[in-house]
T-cell receptor, first 111, second 115 residues
Framework: GENVEQHPSTLSVQEGDSAVIKCTYS??????FPWYKQELGKRPQLIID?????GEKKDQRIAVTLNKTAKHFSLHITETQPEDSAVYFC??????????FGKGTMLLVSP | SQTIHQWPATLVQPVGSPLSLECTVE??????LYWYRQAAGRGLQLLFY??????ISSEVPQNLSASRPQDRQFILSSKKLLLSDSGFYLC??????????????FGSGTRLTVV
């Protein structure tokens, strides 16, 4: 089955800095890569996703890049704000199967 | 638009008592449905998923069971709770497109404490 590794487990940045979270996956058949943000005590919410026919996708301050050859994908957050503080999960799926999640990255943005 | 409802929001149950958590989805038909558990820490553990009425796949053998009596209803149950069943339980649904499924959306979760 799919295995997703996520790094770092904790990331502290100053407000205004950029943050990058990286994930690797094992199943070359995976073609769907979503990212979720989970605030304390709340549900994970989908913030951006990318499919394997696309190398990069951007939505305002958030971008995701995908390297299928190397089997890794990354989340980039620019101009971080305190409200970006949360746990972020990456996930991967071959589409016909269930999502496999990484273990999460706690992002702390200090004012 | 599609919405997912999950209840109750919090639950405190004694060891050995039964459990029933319910999840319903509105605004779509024939969704894939999932139950996840998030124990202390951050990981999301897939417990069960269903691709249709009466079709349940179990990912982790344990003290829990799931049922899908209607197209948009998914129920998580236990006959006798253990302390280790404590956690944050999340229902989710995903869109089916042909053989693929995308856009997992989570319910608001149930925080279960077994005492």
């Amino acid at each position: 089955g799919e295995n997703v590794e996520q790094h770092p487990s904790t990331l502290s940045v100053q407000e205004g800095d950029s943050a990058v979270i990286k994930c690797t996956y094992s199943d070359s058949a995976s073609n769907y890569f979503p990212w979720y943000k989970q605030e304390l005590g709340k549900r994970p919410q989908l913030i951006i996703d990318i499919r394997s026919n696309v190398g990069e996708k951007k939505d305002q301050r958030i971008a995701v890049t995908l390297n299928k050859t190397a089997k890794h994908f990354s989340l980039h957050i620019t101009e971080t704000q305190p409200e970006d503080s949360a746990v972020y999960f990456c996930a991967a799926s071959p589409g016909y199967s269930t999502l496999t999640f990484g273990k999460g990255t706690m992002l702390l943005v200090s004012p | 638009s599609q919405t997912i409802h999950q209840w109750p929001a919090t639950l405190v149950q004694p060891v050995g008592s039964p459990l029933s958590l319910e999840c319903t989805v509105e605004g779509t038909s024939n969704p894939n449905l999932y139950w996840y558990r998030q124990a202390a820490g951050r990981g999301l553990q897939l417990l069960f998923y269903s691709v249709g009425i009466g079709q349940i796949s179990s990912e982790v053998p344990q003290n829990l069971s799931a049922s899908r009596p209607q197209d948009r209803q998914f129920i998580l149950s236990s006959k006798k709770l253990l302390l280790s069943d404590s956690g944050f339980y999340l229902c989710a649904w995903s869109v089916k497109r042909g053989l693929s499924n995308y856009g997992y959306t989570f319910g608001s979760g149930t925080r279960l404490t077994v005492v």
